[in-house]
């Protein structure tokens, strides 16, 4: 089959791999009909040493289900299914606690965790797939694939931004960052019921988008300008809630100059740093909360799931661009050059 794979920084391959096979009684085969990239992605394509590769990319895709091994007791042939981006039983106490990130199981990981597989291919095997997939209830060609898609992690993850980051009604909310999971916490901030949404971001084409998907102002400044416009537009108190949805510091100290004292600061963007301000003078004083990480998408698709298929919201608008296996090496760099949003797959 054919698959994408990483070798270094800024190489990236579509090759023939070996085809996958059922290694344990747990797995699945899954034909892959709908995959993307992630912006989180490029934090590999920014980094990579040639001596970690080459390993398969992809951690969210939509499939049909083309064999299980003989322990799968709710999947058979012919399923339609969405992966989260996490590996997962869903039946450990850290599962049931809806912290499927966290899963127990010695065979949890993340798909990027996992060298020999990936979801930017033609077919993937899936560990645990009782617990890690889930069955849509749509056919393979529906026009909600792209809708569906965002299940897999960027809906999820912008949920999981809001939701820990205590969105509710009457909230005032800040967004950092006008990515794909940036807009969609927007999104998911407006569905929970914030009274104000701001969004932070550069890039008019993404916080039109940002507009119609709740955000009641956008700020494009940064640094202490940005802080200040953000001051200024919630009567100088700043947000109850601020999402940061981009993994550097200059965000990060971007979403301390605008929380509230008593807010949260709710982190989905990956890290790209090891310490951070957290003492007396950041956060403590103040009582603000730190919050986030990996989002447990698993544990929101039954909740999400239902508005995408009545058509309440359409988190498929972030993707912007479709493309097959042969055009993904392009699609990274539009991506990374901002030519792109985020780039749908269809193998």
């Given amino acids: 089959m054919r698959a994408t794979l990483m070798y270094e920084a800024g190489d990236v391959r579509v090759e023939n791999v ?96 996992i060298p020999d597989e990936g979801g930017q291919a033609e077919a993937v095997r899936v560990p645990l797939a009782d617990g890690t997939l889930v069955k849509l209830p749509v056919a393979p060609d529906s026009a909600l694939m792209p809708s569906l898609l965002t299940l897999a992690d960027v809906l999820g993850t912008g ?11 009457g909230r005032r909310v800040a967004v950092i960052g ?15 019921g914030a009274e104000q949404i701001i969004l932070m971001g550069r ?9 119609a998907f709740g955000a009641t102002d ?27 949805a981009v993994g550097y510091m200059p965000a990060y100290e971007q979403a301390l100059g605008v929380v509230r004292r008593g807010g949260a600061i709710s982190r989905v963007g990956v890290p790209q740093y090891e310490d951070a301000p957290i003492g007396f003078g950041s956060l403590f004083r103040h009582n603000i909360r ?6 447990p998408v698993r544990a929101y698709i039954e909740e999400l799931m239902p508005d995408i298929l009545d058509g309440t919201i359409e988190p498929g608008r972030v993707f912007d661009a479709t493309t097959d296996l042969d055009g993904v090496p392009a699609g990274y760099k539009d991506m990374d050059d901002r030519r792109s949003l985020k780039v749908l797959i269809r193998p």
């Avoid at 949920?159 to 009604?169: E, K, L, N, S």
């Fill in 159 to 169: 949920h999981h931004a809001a939701r820990m980051g205590g969105v509710a009604p």
């Fill in 18 to 113: 070996p085809d996958p096979t059922i290694k344990h009684a747990t797995d699945a085969l899954v034909r892959i009909t709908t995959s993307c990239i992630c912006g989180s992605d490029l934090h590999t394509y920014h980094s990579m040493s040639a001596a970690d590769g080459p390993v398969q990319m992809g951690h969210e895709f939509i499939g049909i289900v083309e064999d299980v091994g003989s322990d799968v007791s709710t999947l058979q042939r012919g399923d339609l299914v969405v992966s989260p981006f996490a590996i997962s039983d869903n039946v450990c106490e850290f599962c049931r606690e809806s912290l499927q990130t966290s899963c127990s199981h010695p065979e949890a990981n993340f798909w990027d965790g």
């Fill in 218 to 244: 956008v700020v494009a400044e940064r640094g202490e300008e940005g802080v200040a416009k953000v001051r200024e537009l919630t009567g100088g108190d700043g947000c109850h809630a601020v999402l940061e």
């Fill in 178 to 192: 006008d990515g794909a999971v940036g807009l969609l916490a927007v999104l998911s901030a407006k569905r929970l």
């Fill in 203 to 211: 890039h008019t084409e993404r916080t039109d988008l940002g507009r």
């Fill in 290 to 295: 730190l919050a986030g990480g990996p989002a």
